[in-house]
């Protein structure tokens, strides 16, 4: 079975900063692209970041200049860096990977179990 663990969420007061890691383990073949998404109580989930394989990265604007993405494809870990957070970043964040399992199969989405980001004082 694959896993995407996630770590890093928690409090962190308005302007603070705060790092999640998201570590996918189990039988895989390869990792395609990898990303972040958050969801905020009564609204949908939206994608924050992505970065593909080779290191390309993608942000929404209302996080670019604050939040970095990137990845160690020897840990097949993807990490987010949010800086300058605003109350509005308060959101449980999900971890996604494309990943193949074997040669026969194609990439699918795996998704983490969430990490509870809160930013208030």
């Known amino acids: 079975q694959v896993q995407l663990v996630e770590s890093g969420g928690g409090l962190v007061q308005p302007g603070g900063s705060l790092s999640l890691s998201c570590a996918a383990s189990g039988s895989i073949f390869s990792i395609n692209a990898m990303g972040w998404y958050r969801q905020a109580p009564g609204k949908q989930r939206e994608l924050v970041a992505t970065?593909?394989?080779?290191?390309?990265?993608r942000y929404i604007d209302f996080v670019k200049g604050r939040f970095t993405i990137s990845r160690d494809n020897a840990k097949n870990t993807v990490y987010l860096q949010m800086n300058k957070l605003y109350p509005e970043d308060t959101a449980v964040y999900y971890c996604?990977?494309?990943?193949?399992?074997?040669?026969?199969?194609?990439?699918?989405?795996?998704w983490g179990q969430g990490t509870q980001v809160t930013v208030s004082s």
């Open positions: 970065i593909t394989r080779g290191g390309n990265t």
């Open positions: 996604n990977a494309a990943i193949r399992l074997n040669l026969a199969s194609s990439y699918r989405d795996y």
